[in-house]
């Protein structure tokens, strides 16, 4: 028995000198001296040793010096080439969120498969520790994911994490790249008329659509059925004046040039609503941000012509933040007084003729929209409209606006908490202001989702509200935003619409300073797609005179803009979850089915839309939207392979 226990101890002490021998072989490489700028985060700082917030890595009470801070969904590429022996951390929500609501799923994937999951992580809860072999591994992907609830308060920590590596030392690596294949087919030279099928106005306001169409110049238009007060323009295809009495006017539209003849219904609503399909267009944060000026304004307006973009329905050019006078600025572009001696809000020297803006983008039948806030301050501290409320409205109205995206901000400071009162209380207030203008705008809410505003937004006269915080141009943030919106659907439609926040394809960059948008080329199909299902305004982030051919084919393809502006106003639902597959569908007027398909995985992945699990029976023709081609009869299911992050839009028709 001694002998035994002898053997054993000898065997531990032997075992115990040569890990301590081959652990002396490797270096400890800390995850965060690598280059982790090139991880993708959806939400905060990429945290070098810091949160996500750039505090000090805490988990459970314990302080770590080492670690990477991020926010899921987040992602970073490493390769090892077989460099490496173990990757070990500690995982979980940092305790600068101890208290809230957040959820993580860490996890490991090798060489394409899962080497490692932690178990759903919550705030103020355990962490978990991991300490795994990487040693046949050449590239290593590390992902932390919301746990199906959202990604708010997902601070999501690999703290103390370290590779004992030897040469090649591990290294972080960008995403595989992707060839940029367009499949919109290029618009026909015949005449085709495209955009919504229906608008709203209310009698007796400014009237002003520009009928959409493709095909060569010159070209001339009709319009039979007009209501009284209407006039159209059959050069340009404006129609313009005041519609007379409330009433539902069926209206042809025809378009002829020297190859063809094209025509289209259109219903104008005469009535209290207006926006009765998502608004299409352009706004200035998502490239100009405070480098915005009149100038860009006017360029942005020439290029949604010039591109052809205004052909297919685009029609807004909405102003951001910063056109007015910056609080307490000693800038002389920016600084000044806030107001004039009657109160009415003054521009900054970038704007030095707003009512000739407004103007020159309405004789090219275009909308346009302005920013302001209900609190003293905007969110970039300039003039907000916290007691001016009435006379900003009217202000906005001369101007001639048709949009106000109306953000939150500085009304933090005057609210007294997030009950449901005071979150609603300014929003009211500017909505009474609108009412009483004279003039349609569309009141955009801005206020990121708070109080679940879905649920009342239409209550306080939102034509749209933001249901998320900021998009950033990466996948963490386009994925947690966009599939964010299941079970929101039922808040949406005519007139209401949810807002998940603005495109972020082509260049981007909230500033002087522009890149191309960090989405590949699938997940700007995904994107277009699942933002054109989810019925949502669909306003472009990115300069447009910039604008490559990859970009303008995603945003002109007719048969997609038609699934977003569809009259019946449904948004779509998710139908169909299995891991990281996803099927969401979206009922259209016509009585066909618009059906997205979606891999949010890392990997190409065989999806199967069964008719069963659709609600449907019997047989259908399935079109692929994207390509705008029949795919042919199917009988109980469609089945394709999905790229990673990628997804397959269709349009379902009985038979």
Request: with cysteine; net charge neutral.
């Amino acid at each position: 028995m001694k002998s035994s226990i002898i053997r054993f101890f000898l065997a531990l002490i032997l075992m115990t000198f040569i890990s301590r021998t081959k652990a002396q072989e490797y270096d400890t490489i800390w995850l965060s001296s690598l280059d982790i700028k090139k991880a993708s985060t959806g939400w905060g700082i990429l945290g070098k040793d810091v949160s996500c917030m750039g505090k000090p890595i805490t988990l459970n009470g314990i302080t770590y010096k080492h670690g990477f801070g991020t926010h899921a969904n987040s992602i970073l590429y490493l390769s090892l080439k077989g460099g490496s022996e173990r990757f070990s951390a500690t995982v979980g929500i940092d305790d600068e969120e101890k208290l809230t609501t957040g959820s993580v799923i860490f996890s490991i994937y090798g060489e394409g498969s899962l080497l490692w999951r932690s178990r759903v992580l919550k705030s103020g809860g355990p962490s978990e520790k991991f300490d795994i072999n990487v040693s046949r591994i050449d590239t290593l992907i590390l992902l932390a994911e919301g746990a199906g609830d959202g990604i708010n308060y997902d601070h999501a920590d690999w703290a103390n994490a370290y590779f004992l590596s030897k040469k090649p030392a591990p290294i972080t690596i960008s995403r595989p790249s992707e060839p940029a294949i367009i499949l919109t087919p290029k618009a026909a030279d015949t005449p085709k008329i495209n955009g919504p099928k229906i608008y709203g106005t209310r009698p007796g306001h400014d009237f002003l659509y520009k009928i959409p169409a493709t095909g060569v110049r010159p070209m001339s238009f009709e319009a039979s059925g007009l209501p009284q007060g209407l006039k159209l323009d059959p050069l340009t295809g404006i129609i313009s004046g005041k519609v007379a009495k409330a009433g539902t006017y069926e209206v042809n539209f025809t378009a002829v040039n020297s190859l063809g003849k094209a025509q289209r219904k259109f219903s104008i609503v005469a009535g209290d609503k207006i926006a009765l399909t998502p608004p299409l267009g352009w706004n200035s944060w998502n490239c100009f941000a405070c480098a915005i000026d009149q100038d860009k304004v006017k360029s942005a307006a020439d290029a949604m012509l010039k591109s052809g973009l205004a052909d297919h329905g685009w029609s807004y050019i909405n102003i951001d933040d910063c056109w007015m006078i910056q609080s307490n600025s000693k800038d002389s572009v920016v600084g000044g007084d806030t107001r004039n001696s009657k109160g009415n809000m003054n521009v900054n020297k970038k704007f030095p003729d707003v009512k000739a803006l407004t103007d020159y983008v309405h004789r090219q039948g275009l909308k346009i929209g302005i920013y302001s806030g209900p609190g003293p301050r905007t969110c970039a501290g300039y003039e907000g409209c916290y007691k001016h409320e009435e006379q900003d409205a009217l202000q906005f109205a001369r101007w001639g606006f048709d949009y106000l995206k109306y953000d939150w901000c500085a009304y933090e400071e005057i609210a007294k908490d997030h009950s449901l009162p005071e979150l609603q209380k300014p929003y009211i207030i500017m909505n009474k202001a609108l009412q009483n203008s004279g003039r349609d705008i569309v009141f955009s809410l801005c206020q990121y989702g708070m109080g679940d505003v879905w649920k009342w937004g239409e209550e306080v006269g939102g034509n749209c509200w933001r249901t998320t915080g900021d998009i950033t141009d990466n996948w963490s943030s386009m994925e947690g935003i966009g599939f964010g919106q299941a079970g929101l659907e039922k808040y949406a439609g005519p007139g209401h619409w949810n807002d998940p926040d603005m495109l972020v394809v082509g260049m981007v960059g909230w500033g002087p300073k522009l890149h191309q948008t960090q989405l590949t080329p699938n997940e700007q199909y995904t994107h277009i797609s699942l933002w054109s299902m989810l019925a949502s305004p669909l306003l472009i982030g990115c300069d447009m005179t910039q604008m490559d051919e990859f970009t303008f084919n995603l945003l002109s393809n007719d048969e997609v803009l038609d699934i977003n502006q569809d009259p019946l106003g449904q948004q779509a639902s998710r139908t169909v979850q299995l891991g990281d597959l996803e099927i969401w569908t979206k009922p259209l007027e016509d009585g066909s089915i618009a059906v997205g398909l979606f891999n949010r995985g890392l990997f190409s992945s065989r999806i199967v839309a069964k008719w069963l699990d659709l609600g449907l029976e019997g047989s259908y023709m399935v079109r692929d939207v994207w390509r705008q081609k029949d795919l042919g009869v199917y009988d109980s299911r469609y089945e394709t392979t999905l790229p990673s992050h990628g997804c397959c839009l269709l349009k379902i028709t009985r038979k």
